[in-house]
Nanobody, 124 residues
Framework: QLQLEESGGGLVQPGGSLRLSCAASGSTLDYYAIGWFRQAPGKEREGVSC????????NYADSVKGRFTISRDNAKNTVYLQMNSLKPEDTAVYYC?????????????????WGQGTQVTVSS
């Protein structure tokens, strides 16, 4: 059974950077598309960025384009989300999720396996 664990969240000032990691256990990530999602208080969960199983395709929400970069290292069974130029509106719990497909829409209902989430707070 695939298990996912996020790390790297924390408190950062506006304009700062964080790198989130999503480490997998129980199965290799080679055949899974991976997505990063976030949920702020009182808001619905939204797709932030997704990456295909090979890493050849990526998708970004308009709100993070040019600031966030998703990548994966299948040898380390880990997916990353580099977040730069962070804004207060990026504050949320960030989740990684996986689906046993090469590629699919970057929406939460497409993903089957979820981590517990990591809190990102952007505040001065």
């Amino acid at each position: 059974q695939l298990q996912l664990e996020e790390s790297g969240g924390g408190l950062v000032q506006p304009g700062g950077s964080l790198r989130l990691s999503c480490a997998a256990s129980g199965s290799t990530l080679d055949y899974y598309a991976i997505g990063w999602f976030r949920q702020a208080p009182g808001k619905e969960r939204e797709g932030v960025s997704c990456i295909s199983s090979s890493g050849g395709s990526t998708n970004y929400a308009d709100s993070v384009k040019g600031r966030f970069t998703i990548s994966r290292d299948n040898a380390k069974n880990t997916v990353y989300l580099q977040m730069n130029s962070l804004k207060p509106e990026d504050t949320a719990v960030y989740y990684c999720a996986a689906v046993s497909l090469d590629w699919t829409a970057c929406t939460s209902d497409e993903y089957d396996y979820w981590g517990q989430g990591t809190q990102v707070t952007v505040s001065s």
